[in-house]
C-alpha cells in the first residue's frame, strides 16, 4: 500500500528534499569541525521539516509561521553557502543557491495563497553572482 502525506506532494518540499541531498554530498567533503558545516547541516534539515509541519496546520497563521521559519532556514543555507565559498571550502555556490531561490520562491507563493489577508512586502530579486 503506497500512502503519502499531504506535504509529499508539495513540489516545494521535494525541491526542499533535493537541496537536503545536494548539501549533504557537499558536506561529506567538508570538516565537521567547521561552523557552517554544523548550520548547512541543521539549517538544510529544517526546511523540508518546518514545510511538512507548516502543511499540515489548520489555520492559515499556523501554516504561514511554518513556511516563514522555512523561508528564514533556505536563507540562512544560502549564507553558509557564501561564508563556505568565500573561505575556499567550495569552489562555487551556484547550483545550491538555484535550488534555494527557487525554494524561497515557491515559499513566497504558499504564504501568498494560504494567507490572503496578509501584509506582504514586494518580492526581493535575489542575485547569485
Not at 509561521?65 to 557564501?82: K, M, V, Y
Amino acid at each position: 500500500m503506497n500512502k503519502s502525506f499531504g506535504h509529499e506532494k508539495l513540489e516545494v518540499y521535494k525541491t526542499s528534499i533535493r537541496f537536503v541531498s545536494w548539501s549533504s554530498s557537499l558536506l561529506e567533503d567538508l570538516p565537521k569541525t567547521h561552523s557552517a558545516h554544523k548550520q548547512l547541516e541543521r539549517a538544510s534539515t529544517s526546511i523540508p521539516l518546518n514545510i511538512a509541519e507548516g502543511n499540515g496546520k489548520f489555520t492559515p497563521a499556523d501554516r504561514c509561521r511554518f513556511f516563514d521559519i522555512a523561508r528564514g532556514s533556505a536563507l540562512e543555507c544560502a549564507a553558509c553557502l557564501d561564508v563556505l565559498e568565500v573561505k575556499g571550502q567550495i569552489s562555487t555556490a551556484d547550483e545550491g543557491k538555484e535550488i534555494l531561490h527557487a525554494i524561497v520562491s515557491m515559499l513566497i507563493g504558499l504564504v501568498r495563497s494560504v494567507s490572503q489577508d496578509r501584509v506582504h512586502e514586494p518580492q526581493a530579486s535575489y542575485l547569485t553572482h
